[in-house]
């Protein structure tokens, strides 16, 4: 899935315009950015952690983010 379906679901599920949907989604990337960067991982409650990986290579340094589902998240998707 990516943004704009993101957006399009979120509308569609809670009766929203795609522009206040994208707004919502705006803000939780921006508070998600903002925490990754002042303390390395974000943990949402039952959903799982989001960390910041710090990966270096010859060549280049890169930052990349890892998401780690919870177990109830993964419970809830492998259970349909």
Known sequence: MNSLELINK???SN???T???EMIISIIV???SE???T???IEVENFG???LDNTTS???YRKKIKFIPSKSFLEKINTG
């Open 30 to 32: 921006e508070r998600i």
């Open 58 to 60: 010859s060549s280049s």
């Open 15 to 17: 009766n929203l315009s």
């Open 49 to 51: 952690k989001f960390v």
């Open 19 to 21: 522009g206040r949907a």
């Open 10 to 12: 979120l509308a569609e």
């Open 35 to 37: 925490k990754l960067k």
């Open 39 to 41: 303390n390395g991982q």
